[in-house]
């Protein structure tokens, strides 16, 4: 993504075998097998797996939008229609595939690969927060369990507006307390291994960037 772009991330659902990773495209999960445990808990705080695993259709409670958001997730693609009227159906396909006979399923993915036949849903989700950005508030946890359990629970604008951190008691620094209301950020340079940002404020500030975990 070049210098001044605002990168973004996919949500891929039953593209492959599990629903989060593709290839070519930068997604929540990553590659799966290979991200960190706590990148993981976070997923499984978004997903219900076994749902999304199912042969029946996609409920609003099989994913956490507000979490997904907060992710930079901005567009979907999927096998199975999503029941989010806050989300902006782009592209449908003319029959549900994974309706379908085994057959049907290889007639469409013949007729999908070698002409201009769509099998997927992709929705464009204006939710979606920026890969960094400022946040008011912070709001503090003991443990990490507390801190994950907390922000799936919490609404887009609570998770918009505050930073959600482990702080332990007694802990020898006192937590941030941004008071910053002038804030700018600028994307320098953005790839694989380096992010470069140019910041500027008027205070304390505290500045969210959205990265999964890679080795």
Same mark, same amino acid.
């Given at each position: 993504i070049a210098a001044?772009?605002?990168p973004f991330r996919v949500g891929p659902y039953y593209l492959y075998s599990l629903p989060l990773p593709a290839y070519g495209i930068e997604t929540i999960g990553g590659w799966y097998p290979f991200i960190g445990t706590r990148i993981r808990h976070y997923l499984d705080a978004v997903n219900n797996y076994e749902s999304l695993d199912s042969v029946g259709e996609i409920t609003q409670t099989d994913f956490n939008l507000s979490l997904l958001s907060l992710a930079n997730v901005k567009y979907f693609v999927s096998f199975k229609p999503l029941p989010r009227d806050d989300l902006q159906l782009l592209v449908a396909p003319a029959e549900n595939s994974w309706k379908l006979s085994t057959a049907g399923k290889l007639d469409l993915a013949l007729r999908y690969n070698f002409s201009d036949t769509n099998k997927y849903y992709i929705y464009q989700n204006p939710h979606a927060f920026p890969r960094f950005? #400022?946040?008011?508030?912070?709001?503090? #946890? !003991?443990?990490? !369990?507390? =801190?994950l359990t907390a922000m799936a !629970?919490?609404?887009? !604008?609570? =998770?918009?507006n505050n930073a959600f951190l482990t702080w332990p008691p007694g802990a020898s620094e006192p937590p941030p307390d941004p008071s910053s209301s002038a804030q700018h950020i600028e994307l320098v340079e953005y790839g694989a291994d380096r992010l470069v940002l140019k910041v500027a404020t008027d205070g304390r500030s505290f500045l969210v960037v959205t990265n999964n975990y890679s080795p």
């Amino acid at each position: 993504i070049a210098a001044g772009k605002k990168p973004f991330r996919v949500g891929p659902y039953y593209l492959y075998s599990l629903p989060l990773p593709a290839y070519g495209i930068e997604t929540i999960g990553g590659w799966y097998p290979f991200i960190g445990t706590r990148i993981r808990h976070y997923l499984d705080a978004v997903n219900n797996y076994e749902s999304l695993d199912s042969v029946g259709e996609i409920t609003q409670t099989d994913f956490n939008l507000s979490l997904l958001s907060l992710a930079n997730v901005k567009y979907f693609v999927s096998f199975k229609p999503l029941p989010r009227d806050d989300l902006q159906l782009l592209v449908a396909p003319a029959e549900n595939s994974w309706k379908l006979s085994t057959a049907g399923k290889l007639d469409l993915a013949l007729r999908y690969n070698f002409s201009d036949t769509n099998k997927y849903y992709i929705y464009q989700n204006p939710h979606a927060f920026p890969r960094f950005f #400022f946040t008011p508030g912070v709001r503090l #946890f !003991e443990s990490q !369990e507390d =801190l994950l359990t907390a922000m799936a !629970e919490a609404d887009i !604008e609570t =998770l918009r507006n505050n930073a959600f951190l482990t702080w332990p008691p007694g802990a020898s620094e006192p937590p941030p307390d941004p008071s910053s209301s002038a804030q700018h950020i600028e994307l320098v340079e953005y790839g694989a291994d380096r992010l470069v940002l140019k910041v500027a404020t008027d205070g304390r500030s505290f500045l969210v960037v959205t990265n999964n975990y890679s080795p």
